[in-house]
């Protein structure tokens, strides 16, 4: 991703059209022309690569912005809210925190940090936090495996051990590449091979991400033939992001700590091309699934691994969200400078997670290519290290994204009826488009589909 003056070059391989803009800080429309572009431009070599000519790439300005927000809206239902009620920005006694209280184990863990009750409302925490100093709170909160960031400056940031650790890494590290021979044509009985309009057909993909990063880079592949297999824990709840990040995927169950999950999970990654995670190398390396491990295991396949805070430094192990980085690092801090206002000022879409996750796909993609080849490498990426490009910009302003309900897409989900967003990126002869409906997590068997 290039940047002249402070704003994201549009890439030369592409025609670009559009002109919405969204307010900010930093140049979020250019992170999303740049990153979906970068997506685009993997799929288009592996094309490529499987036979099609050389297919231009069109991207629209204005869609790119619109699918870094919500790309799904219902018609005649409404979803929830995405956030806790108690999930946000709080002033503290020298500063502002964010508390990140999604997951009832994160809110239970920020409740009792903080000596309240399980059914405190809002109010109740915005009371007591004023009482604790922001970095004593980040502390507490981060012990009891909860989630938690103080709003740091970006001066601070460059200056903490994280920040520059982060910094220090490449936007996509890759790792060692190893030799492993070419996939097996027929292998897991798979239906149709791959071709240039179909670039993923009968590709496996196990898919063990949560939230949106990692949902985004899945649910991309999935609308260029992948088989997505996306795993959840046996407890885990999204409803507001299910017709979102569910899209073109089959959607199982399974708890990995146990024995017999972590057996299934094995047969699993036993048949899959690409694995897709956003654990934290601790909890993976607990599970017996560290890096070295899986080569040794599960030698030829793709491994693609996305944490929040970056993979070196103090923080590597953090548990993290957009919101969080956002806080840490110091964008909401900017954003709360530019538009003079007197509490933190966040991007206007969680830009960190959707750029990370079309970063991931491009690497997933990449990987592939050199997989049909008879190389393997891994990659691992972090929301952290996409906030330094982002932050390398400057504000932008101009007329807002707008799509008309009209140029939507009627959609049938499990749960009614909707409108999803057109793709942004447009590739000759490379369509992207899915058979397989948004349906709720745990609604498919912990298998690989029939003919997969």
């Keep these: 991703m290039e940047l002249r003056d402070g704003i994201f070059l549009p890439p030369r391989n592409l025609q670009l059209t559009g002109t919405g803009t969204l307010d900010s800080a930093f140049d979020v429309s250019g992170l999303a022309v740049a990153s979906i572009a970068e997506a685009g431009t993997a799929m288009a070599r592996l094309a490529r690569r499987l036979g099609a000519a050389d297919p231009q790439l069109h991207l629209d300005r204005d869609l790119a912005a619109l699918w870094f927000g919500m790309s799904f809206k219902p018609s005649g239902w409404e979803l929830p809210s995405p956030w806790d009620p108690i999930a946000g920005d709080y002033a503290c006694a020298d500063g502002w925190i964010r508390l ?68 220090a890494e490449p936007l996509t590290a890759w790792g060692r590449a190893r030799a492993v021979g070419t996939p097996d044509a027929g292998a897991h009985g798979r239906g149709r091979p791959a071709t240039g309009r179909r670039p993923l057909d009968g590709v ?30 046996p407890d885990w709840q999204e409803p507001a992001l299910e017709p979102e990040m569910t899209s073109g995927k089959h959607c199982a169950r399974l708890d990995a700590k146990t024995p017999g999950g972590l057996a ?25 699934l560290s890096d070295d491990a899986l080569a040794e295991r599960h030698p030829g396949l793709v491994n693609i691994a996305l944490d929040a805070y970056g993979w070196s430094g103090p923080w590597a192990n953090r548990r993290g969200f957009d919101s969080l980085v956002q806080m840490s690092c110091g964008i909401a801090q900017a954003g709360m400078a530019h538009f003079a206002a007197d509490k933190p000022v966040p991007l206007p879409v969680q830009a960190l997670d959707h750029a990370t996750g079309y970063l991931v796909a491009a690497a997933a993609v990449d990987a592939w290519r050199e997989r049909l080849d008879g190389t393997a490498r891994n990659a691992r990426l972090s929301l952290a290290r996409t906030a330094v490009e982002l932050m390398r910009t400057s504000p932008t302003s101009g007329t807002l994204p707008h ?5 939507m897409l009627p959609e049938h989900t499990a749960w009614g009826q909707g409108l999803r967003l057109p793709p942004a990126i447009q590739i000759d002869g490379v369509p992207a488009h899915t058979g397989v409906e948004a349906r709720g997590y745990g609604s498919a068997p912990a298998a690989w589909p029939a003919g997969s």
């Design 100 to 167: 990140h209280t999604n997951a009832p184990h994160h809110r239970a863990a920020a409740l009792a940090v903080l000596g309240l009750p399980a059914d405190a409302d809002r109010a109740r925490v915005a009371a007591v936090v004023p009482a604790w100093a922001g970095q004593e709170l980040e502390d507490a909160v981060v012990a009891a495996n909860g989630c938690a960031a103080l709003m740091r400056s970006p001066a601070q940031w460059t200056a903490h051990p994280q920040g520059a650790a982060v910094a």
């Design 204 to 233: 496996r993909v196990l898919d063990l991400t949560r939230v949106i990063a990692g949902p985004v880079a899945t649910r991309f592949l999935a609308h260029y033939g992948a088989q997505v297999l996306r795993i959840d824990p």
């Design 264 to 288: 299934a999970l094995h047969e699993l990654l036993a048949g899959a091309d690409i694995f897709i995670h956003g654990y934290r190398p601790d909890a993976l390396a607990r599970l017996g």
């Design 403 to 407: 799509v008309a309900d009209s140029a």
